[in-house]
């Protein structure tokens, strides 16, 4: 199985300060054929179920505001929120979705300070 | 567009038997793979199990011997049965269709709580 392995477990930033989620994968997520990275991430908040932010890496998922961003190739990963909002408390997954047998990372809580 | 709605949850007894069921439409069902991921409280999501569309099939260790997943493709319908249960098999199930590489995303339904208790 490929492992994802997330950094930092948490953080506490001020409001309108950036974050910055790692994201590393045990073997590369680059599908040639298509040139993509089958690297996806996850918003979560408290009771609610996750909600998909970004796939191949970089694309954002419709509606989703343009302070997230992904980025990353083949093995290392960069979820980016530019300006924190305090609706933005919650947790982040990083998934890999290159194999039949999906596996995440073990998440992020995003809080405020 | 895409819907997944998942029933069946509920309160199982431990060393008791429940079965999930995964709805799903907007989408030719019978052409795509389709999984089963949970999530405990308070932890992370796992996957658990993978069904392609000819049938074959994939577990997670923590599931095998215990769950099986099935589909009903006349039907628009994918299940567990979810055998043996453990208080560690209470969690939130969600299912997910299978974008497969070539594919951009996978699609989420919305998940059913599972309570193991007696």
């Known amino acids: 199985d490929i492992v994802m392995t997330q950094s930092p477990d948490s953080l506490a930033v001020s409001l309108g300060e950036g974050v910055t989620i790692n994201c590393r994968s045990s073997?590369?997520?680059?599908?040639?054929?298509?040139?993509?990275?089958?690297l996806a991430w996850f918003q979560q908040k408290a009771g609610q179920p996750p909600k998909l932010l970004i796939y191949?890496?970089?694309v954002r998922e419709s509606g989703v505001p343009d302070r997230f961003s992904g980025s990353g190739s083949g093995t290392d990963f960069t979820l980016t929120i530019t300006s924190l909002q305090a609706e933005d408390v919650a947790s982040y997954y990083c998934?890999?979705?290159?194999?039949?047998?999906?596996?995440f990372g073990q998440g992020t809580k995003v809080e405020i300070k | 567009q895409v819907q997944l709605v998942e029933s069946g949850g509920g309160v199982g007894q431990p060393g008791g038997s429940l079965r999930l069921s995964c709805a799903a439409s907007?989408?030719?069902?019978?052409?795509?793979?389709m999984h089963w991921f949970r999530q405990a409280p308070g932890k992370g999501l796992e996957w658990l199990t993978f069904?392609?569309?000819?049938?074959?099939?994939r577990y997670a260790d923590s599931v095998k011997g215990r769950f099986t997943i099935s589909r009903d493709n006349s039907k628009n319908t994918l299940y567990l049965q979810m055998n043996s249960l453990g208080p560690e098999d209470t969690a939130v199930y969600y299912c997910?269709?299978?974008?497969?590489?070539?594919?951009?995303?996978?699609?989420w339904g919305q998940g059913t709580l599972v309570t193991v208790s007696s």
């Open positions: 997910a269709q299978d974008c497969g590489l070539g594919g951009s995303r996978d699609f």
């Open positions: 907007g989408f030719t069902f019978s052409s795509h793979g």
């Open positions: 069904i392609r569309s000819d049938g074959s099939y």
């Open positions: 073997q590369s997520l680059f599908y040639a054929a298509n040139s993509k990275n089958y």
């Open positions: 191949w890496a970089s």
């Open positions: 998934q890999q979705y290159y194999t039949s047998d999906r596996t």
